[in-house]
């Protein structure tokens, strides 16, 4: 039975990936949303460190990834799109934009390893250091802002928390800086996966893929969003920074051997 299930699943799939990788993606895409939603960040770079893992190169999980969180991204953003600063938004766009272009160059001659370890560095980084703190940027500075991380996120597969203390809550307020956050996210994923279909990645062949693991993040966010209030504080940090970083390890240590 279990056989004729694979079977069954590996029809969805393009042909590069494995069945039981396909489902592992899937799962995936689950658990790091739930992630996303109970601790605020960590599941876009959770989610690429596991695809990494697969016998893939990083010029298809990179843009295939970029869906996926453009989906996880979109919906927050139509929902609170009156908030949106739009003058900090815009500005940070026409920087992403230069920064996505640039970086799609580059992801597609990138050697895997090379990856992997700056990945793993990165989300040890962002694990274990102080927090930024968000700061008050003049208005000009959004654009190459956008290019910097944008270009950053061609690599590491999401730089929320860069691109977080871009923003400051005191001025902004609660709800236009969850808006514009939201937008900024949305826009960077969005122009990223545009800039990979330019140089050439077919997305249709990934489709049925790339929905499932929507749908599934899409899940995983509702019950984030129920664990959230039932799991100790001191149990969840705990929990969080050892997965994120048993994620990193395996990374570097593939990248090493």
Do not use: C
Not at 42 to 70: C, N, R
Not at 71 to 90: C, F, Q
Request: zero cysteines.
């Amino acid at each position: 039975m279990s056989a004729d299930w694979l079977a069954g699943l590996t029809v969805l799939l393009p042909d590069a990936v494995p069945p039981l990788w396909g489902l592992v993606f899937v799962i995936a895409a689950f658990f790091t949303s739930a992630l996303t939603a109970a601790a605020g960040l960590g599941g876009g770079v959770s989610l690429i460190a596991i695809m990494l893992m697969a016998p893939l190169s990083p010029a298809v999980v990179i843009p295939v990834h970029g869906v996926v969180q453009l989906g996880s991204n979109a919906g927050r953003t139509l929902i609170m799109g009156r908030h949106i600063a739009w003058p900090i938004l815009l500005l940070f766009v026409a920087g992403a934009a230069v920064g996505a272009v640039v970086g799609a160059q580059m992801v597609v001659a990138l050697n895997k390893v090379w990856l992997q370890l700056a990945l793993g560095l990165f989300i040890l980084w962002a694990v274990w250091t102080p927090k930024l703190k968000p700061r008050t940027m003049p208005l000009w500075g959004m654009a190459p802002a956008g290019a910097a991380t944008t270009f950053a996120s061609m690599f590491l597969g999401s730089t929320g928390p860069l691109v977080a203390v871009l923003l400051n809550a005191e001025t902004l307020g609660r709800f236009r800086t969850v808006a514009t956050f939201a937008g900024q996210m949305t826009a960077q994923h969005g122009l990223k996966v545009a800039a990979f279909g330019l140089v050439g990645f077919a997305y249709g062949e990934w489709l049925a893929l790339m929905a499932a693991m929507v749908g599934m993040g899409f899940l995983g966010t509702l019950a984030g969003r129920w664990l959230l209030g039932r799991i100790p504080e001191a149990w969840f940090q705990w929990g969080f920074k050892a997965v994120i970083t048993l994620l990193a390890a395996r990374l570097i240590g593939q990248a090493l051997v």
